[in-house]
């Protein structure tokens, strides 16, 4: 009696191990998530030291030349730069006086912006924007602090109390003299500048970004 022989079905497993190589060049050829990590400390850091050296550049001017009308100014080169104590009761540069508690909250509603646009929606691949706004979130810090009144003292004003220390005096002459102003002011005015050359010219600064491997993804074409 004649017993039959087993047979492989060669057919079924050669589709198998075609379906996995399709499979596997299909996940090949998908480029990896771009891993944030790197551009979030990149921001944290601009930001930190940019409203730290804010911080303590208030207050060892104000330790230094006392509060506004108590010193001269003191020339770096007269009569066009010095160094000249001023609170700011407006927004920057002195726009919108007497509004400083509203500017803290739009300050905080702006930070949670900044925040959720490059980290949600990963503005954070590009190196630019990265740059651009850990440089406003720097100056949102420095004033932000000033404006919940943490600097303000029994005995000062009381219009001071949401004020922001201003130190940094530059003119043309006396006709044509800018707003006192501080680092912080000068972070939130690069940063916009940045992010409006960004407007005119987008992806000029993108650049590869950082995958999960730690290697920089290659542009498309």
Known sequence: MNQAEPTTDHSDADHSEADHSETGRSDDATPAPL??????????????????????????????????????????????????????????????AGQGTFFAGMSVIAAIGIVVWLFWFRAAESMWLTVALGMVGGGIIGNLYDRLGFWWQTGYPDQWRSGVRDWILWRINEQWTWPNFNIADSLLVVGAGMLLYQSFFPGQFAGPAVGDDGQADQPTT
Not at 38 to 43: E, L, S, V, Y
Not at 56 to 82: C, H, M, N
């Open 35 to 96: 891993s944030l990590v790197g551009r979030f400390w990149i921001f944290l850091s601009i930001a930190v030291v940019g409203g730290g050296l804010d911080l303590w550049s208030k207050a060892a001017v104000f330790r230094w030349r006392g509060l506004p009308t108590q010193s001269d100014i003191w020339w770096v080169w007269e009569p066009y730069f010095g160094i000249e104590t001023a609170v700011n009761i407006g927004a920057v540069f002195g726009v919108g």
